[in-house]
């Protein structure tokens, strides 16, 4: 819909001149000669945006600013003059204008100046949408569950990285959610009904990836019968998920950073290269500052992905998550057999769940519940419906110590750190440091310890 803007200005052919203007541009625009006449316009409609003169009869610009904005906060309105200053701008700004444009100018500077007004207003809107989502209880951001506060702190790492173009780095153990929270970045961006493209670095072979993500021309090699469109391309205004980054060859990695560097990319077979706008989200279950150091993967391709890095915890750190990630997928699941009564989970199968330790995380716990779904007879989910490894084990009575043993737990915890350190002192040849690391202990507590337990 056309945005509609009032212009005041008591200078005719000025009026004129931006009418022509904004409605060439596709905008509504009404002009008036005279604050009073603007206070009046805008109290019989809402406007978004106001175009107002300085100088003028009676109430200048800077009054009916102060005035428009009382009545309506939040609209937007540009101070235009033709008598130019530092002084008129800054106290167009403290009266709450959005900018000031200094007369004379050119179409596309009013233009531009609007356009850069409904930016402002677009990320503004964005960001109440985002604040209201993580204030919604679990299910935040692109319906990510996020009780805990490992989570919720990236939801809200999230929200700020969000409606920028800034390239994003996510980490985390396979299986935390890398896909989802990336399309959770794109949907919260201003390029949500534009493409999102996933790649999976790994899965596709070596030699059809370059041609995959960076197309190729007709005839550039035996099975080139026409020209292809890469997925870089195809992504073009949106989003470029890569995921598994790390199993990017090399020599396709100089080609990934042109894209990130120029914004453009060199179909395979052709002498010129094609413009694109990509926001580009990476991730990666591996450590690539490790592959770095090892020279399996390009320093300065690194930095430039790790922008902003965003670490997913694993499940095992967000276990107040487990109970509303399993609602969750058990609603999904249930949705799909309407005609039957809701899934739950018995108490018994609920504490099964809260004490594993998912290894798998949030992929391992889908897949359970996929199982327990299967099995069930009815609408309750027993713990004899989960698979195997997520069962509590059987309780059974530890067995008696024999008579005359020494029962005192002391001792027992003495002889146990004595032992536990000597085994690190010899894995690690006498190196205190990396012993304390594997003990988790400070090197202080160790070096103590060494000199109480005697140990050489």
Request: proline share 7%; aromatic share 4%.
């Amino acid at each position: 819909m056309p945005r509609a803007i009032l212009i005041v200005d008591d200078d005719a052919s000025m009026r004129h001149l931006l009418t022509v203007i904004l409605a060439d541009r596709g905008y509504e625009a009404r002009a008036v000669a005279s604050a009073e006449a603007a206070l009046e316009e805008a109290a019989a409609r809402e406007y978004d945006v106001v175009l107002t003169d300085v100088r003028m009869p009676r109430v200048d610009g800077i009054a009916l600013t102060r005035a428009l904005l009382e009545r309506q906060p939040g609209l937007t309105v540009i101070v235009m003059s033709a008598y130019g200053s530092h002084d008129a701008a800054i106290e167009a700004m403290k009266a709450g204008a959005y900018d000031f444009l200094p007369k004379p100018f050119k179409p596309d500077e009013v233009v531009l100046c609007l356009r850069k007004a409904e930016e402002r207003e677009r990320l503004a809107r964005e960001n109440r949408r985002l604040r209201a989502e993580l204030r919604g209880g679990p299910a935040g951001a692109g319906g990510i569950v996020a009780a805990a506060e490992p989570m919720r702190a990236v939801l809200r790492q999230l929200g700020k990285v969000a409606p920028q173009k800034t390239t994003v780095l996510l980490t985390g153990e396979s299986g935390t959610g890398k896909e989802l929270v990336a399309r959770a970045l794109h949907d919260l961006s201003p390029r949500a009904g534009l493409p999102f493209v996933a790649v999976n670095c790994g899965a596709i072979p070596e030699a059809l990836l370059e041609s995959e993500l960076f197309g190729h021309a007709r005839g550039a090699f035996t099975d080139a019968v026409r020209a292809k469109k890469g997925l870089v391309a195809e992504a073009d205004g949106g989003t470029l998920f890569l995921d598994e980054i790390g199993e990017l060859p090399l020599p396709l990695q100089v080609k990934l950073l042109r894209v990130l560097q120029e914004e453009e990319v060199r179909p395979v077979g052709e002498n010129r290269a094609v413009r694109v706008d990509v926001r580009v989200v990476a991730a990666t279950a591996r450590d690539l500052a490790a592959a770095v150091a090892e020279g399996l993967f390009r320093e300065d391709l690194y930095w430039r992905l790790n922008v902003v890095g965003v670490r997913l915890p694993p499940l095992r750190e967000r276990p107040e998550d487990v109970e509303p990630l399993a609602r969750h997928f058990l609603a999904r699941l249930g949705a799909l057999r309407p005609e039957l009564p809701p899934l739950e989970l018995a108490p018994e199968a609920l504490l099964a769940l809260r004490a594993h330790r998912w290894p798998g995380n949030v992929r391992e716990l889908q897949h359970a519940l996929e199982r327990a779904v299967v099995l069930a007879e009815g609408a309750v989910i027993g713990e004899e419906d989960l698979p195997e490894t997520v069962r509590a084990p059987p309780r059974t009575a530890a067995p008696l110590p024999p008579a005359g043993e020494d029962l005192s737990v002391k001792r027992a915890i003495r002889a146990v750190e004595e032992r536990l350190i000597r085994a690190a002192l010899a894995r690690t040849g006498g190196n205190k440091s990396r012993a304390a690391e594997l003990l988790d202990l400070s090197y202080r507590a160790l070096l103590y310890k060494i000199k109480d337990y005697g140990v050489e």
